[in-house]
């Protein structure tokens, strides 16, 4: 007789600005993705991270906003060529997700679920995967991640340098109070695994 199959927490976890660099546009003078495969860097300890969640027994799903696609920034393949690239980077490390879920939509589109904050990367992975959201972490640098965690029902946390304090001046929790704040992925192994920073 086997054993029921059980569905399997997950580590939903943010791409840009949390597993790779966000890169400096000269053009625009701003932050954004990375559009090419060369500009991809990982960020600190993002190779070590993935494989703390995969020694941890939990399912790795990247799930990521990139309304580039939408304005006609991003094609799909420099998306696949910058995933490739980040993939090969993580594989270095030893590391390795089990599946990417994109939102592809423009913010101002009408019927889109799946923008973070909104939760329907994480539901449809968890519908797909046989996902358990509420023994699931999302895990992000921004409130639009925990936002989404919050809202499928997961864990959050929060990723980030700034303080509480500054938090709370510059950005509004909104509904979406984080369960951990950690300044990195070293700090958020230890706080979640108990892994030695
Ligand atoms: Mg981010």
Redesign the pocket.
């Known amino acids: 007789m086997t054993a029921p199959t059980l569905p399997t927490p997950a580590l939903f976890v ?5 597993l790779n660099e ?1 890169v400096y546009d000269d053009t625009h003078g701003l932050f954004d993705s990375p559009r090419r495969p060369e500009q991809v860097r990982l960020r600190p300890g993002a190779a070590e991270f993935l494989r703390a969640a995969r020694e941890a027994g939990l399912e790795i799903v990247v799930v ?1 906003n990139q309304p580039g696609l939408a304005r006609g920034s991003l094609t799909p393949e420099q998306l696949e060529a910058v995933h490739k690239r980040l993939a090969g980077l993580l594989a270095a490390g030893g590391a390795r997700w089990d599946a990417v879920y994109v939102c592809p939509h423009h913010p101002s589109v009408a019927g889109c679920d799946c923008r973070k904050p909104r939760p329907g990367l994480l539901l449809r992975a968890a519908r797909e995967r046989g996902l358990d959201l509420t023994r699931s972490w999302m895990v ?3 409130l ?2 925990v936002g989404a965690g919050r809202a499928a029902g997961c864990r959050t946390v929060l990723v980030t340098r700034l303080k509480l304090e500054q938090i709370e001046r510059f950005l509004s929790f909104d509904g979406a109070e984080p369960d951990l704040i950690v300044p990195s992925l070293a700090e958020a192994a230890a706080a979640m695994w108990g892994r030695t920073p």
């Open positions: 943010d791409r840009d600005g949390t966000m990521t992000g640098d921004g639009v991640d």
